[in-house]
């Protein structure tokens, strides 16, 4: 009689990794403090800032917003409303190469004299080329204002804000391009019930967390069965 109390613990065993598997993250996302130096018409400057930089998943691509969470540098005078352009580069790494450009909307208020800049959020695409883990780092921060340019550029070789599992088009999952936004030209043939697969990281840990746990259920029922039948 002691078959079916190890049937038991088994399948809670099955069902709680199949659980791990399906809660498993396709990304890992850190605020890293950024040391900016900023060349400015009126000298140095600098501050440092904790970046954060998010992705969601849009069709074969990633948008991509990067945040700071403090000033990165200053104006003798006042900055009126709309005197203010940001940009930017997320430096990529792992399976990335090359960076990516972000940029955001000019200051919707105005910005005192002698105060830090508050950068608003940037935004970008990412078309991933190959299949992997890709990282990015904060880059260099380009902010124009008032016929000036000025150049932030990270001195403390800053940690990657954003780890992210992508699928490239090596991966042969999508059948768009690869310039950065869905063409539309691709072909998908749906199943009868009318809806196209899911494809991506989280749906396929999904789908083998689900067939994992369904195998281990059916062994476990066959021999729950066999004990049954051999205790008869």
Not at 57 to 64: D, E, F, P, R, T
Not at 86 to 109: D, H, K, Q
């Amino acid at each position: 009689m002691r078959y079916p109390k190890r049937t038991a613990h088994a399948l809670a065993a099955a069902v709680a990794g199949s659980a791990v598997l399906l809660a498993a993250p396709a990304a890992h996302a850190d605020v890293v403090d950024v040391d900016y130096r900023c060349q400015t018409p009126i000298g140095p400057k600098g501050a440092v800032s904790p970046i954060d930089v998010k992705a969601v998943k849009s069709g074969a691509s990633y948008k991509l917003t990067m945040s700071f969470q403090k000033g990165v540098s200053s104006s003798p005078v006042e900055l009126g409303k709309g005197a203010m352009n940001p940009s930017a580069v997320l430096v990529l790494g792992g399976a990335g190469e090359g960076t990516v450009a972000v940029s955001g909307p000019s200051n919707t208020t105005a910005i005192p004299a002698n105060t830090p800049i508050k950068i608003n959020d940037l935004s970008g695409t990412y078309t991933p080329k190959k299949s992997g883990k890709v990282t990015f780092t904060a880059g260099v921060l380009t902010i124009k204002a008032l016929g000036t340019t000025t150049t932030c550029t990270p001195k403390n070789n800053p940690k990657p804000s954003l780890e992210l599992d992508v699928q490239g088009a090596d991966s042969g999952a999508d059948s768009g391009t690869d310039s950065g936004a869905d063409s539309g030209t691709g072909s998908k043939t749906a199943p009868s019930g009318g809806e196209l697969p899911k494809t991506g990281p989280l749906d396929s840990a999904a789908a083998l967390g689900t067939l994992g746990g369904t195998v281990l259920l059916a062994g476990a029922a066959g021999v729950l069965w066999l004990t049954r039948r051999t205790a008869s």
